[in-house]
């Protein structure tokens, strides 16, 4: 097995929502890489379960659980299935996350010619659906909360003890066209303030890493054209990213295991801290 540097989970219980992702999967195999034994939790069973069995073939310990973070219940039957199988969790990562057509404009600036387009033919911001800026919402910033509320519970005055989420670089400066994802995830940001100073007195640190542009299968048709080439949209974003290229899943492991890893961090707390190429330090001039 690979191991991250010193970096040393043994015996840990860590679980990962939206775990069979590109980038929390990335996460999920090297925390187990590093001895911990990680429950991935996804709502599609059967990717969480192919992950799972992908890192015990490599000698990790992993147990792929369906569960849906915006349902309570559904969180409360993972953590009796991860409580039969593992035990009680130590770390919290907070990945399940994303964006939705319905709370996307398709200009990044509103002109009042706009005003008189077909029907369909753009979505302004007058036209953005409730139902998917609520999507959005929920999916961020309640599928944080609410699988804070099941697993924390019983973290309470653990020794290492770590709550970890997935905000992102829209939370320090809103893209344009994505109003409902920019803002859940300053939402998860400043809940990330929040619960760190809430549970500053039971011994739980809460932090926060926040990707920038990393191309995976979820933007890929964003950012690339069917012949591989980028769209106008990421030549913008790789000309406003200091360092030229996006990011790689990878890039983000060292991030994750300093946060989560009592002894390198143990007086780390109420921090997001900006993976990003540069990105948000770079001021376009």
């Known amino acids: 097995m690979k191991k991250f540097g010193k970096i040393d989970l043994k015996d840990k219980i860590i679980v990962v929502t939206g775990g069979a992702g590109e980038l929390c999967g990335c996460f999920s195999e090297a925390l187990a890489y590093c001895g911990a034994k990680v429950a991935i939790l996804d709502l599609r069973k059967e990717a969480a379960e192919n992950l799972a069995s992908k890192i015990i073939k490599k000698g990790g310990t992993a147990i792929g659980i369906e569960a849906n ?5 559904s969180l409360l039957k993972a953590e009796m299935v991860l409580k039969k199988q593992f035990g009680l969790c130590n770390i ?3 990945g399940a996350g994303g ?3 319905k709370g996307t404009t398709s200009k990044e600036f509103f002109t009042l010619e706009d005003l ?3 029907k369909g033919d753009i979505i302004t911001f007058f036209d953005l659906d409730q139902k998917g800026i609520e999507f959005v919402f929920d999916l961020n910033f309640i599928g944080t909360l609410l699988p804070t509320q099941v697993f924390a519970k019983h973290m309470l005055n653990q020794e290492g003890a770590t709550i970890l989420n997935i905000s992102s670089m829209n939370a320090f400066t809103p893209l344009t066209k994505i109003p409902a994802y920019s803002g859940a995830k300053a939402a998860v940001s400043n809940f990330t303030q929040w619960l760190a100073v809430h549970f500053s007195k039971v011994n739980i640190r809460v ?6 542009f990393f191309l995976t299968e979820q933007n890929r048709t ?4 069917k012949d591989g080439s980028y769209t106008d949209r990421a030549k913008r974003i790789l000309n ?6 996006f990011g790689k899943p990878e890039e983000l492991i060292g991030t994750l295991l300093w946060l989560v890893d009592e002894k390198a961090s143990g007086f780390v707390n109420g921090v997001i801290i900006p993976v990003d190429g540069g990105f948000s330090a770079y001021s376009g001039v």
């Open 69 to 73: 973070v915006l349902e309570f219940k």
């Open 92 to 94: 919290l990562i907070n």
């Open 99 to 101: 964006n939705h057509p």
């Open 116 to 118: 008189n387009s077909e």
């Open 207 to 212: 932090n926060a890493i926040a990707p920038g």
């Open 222 to 225: 964003l950012l690339t054209n």
């Open 240 to 245: 406003h990213t200091p360092m030229g290229r």
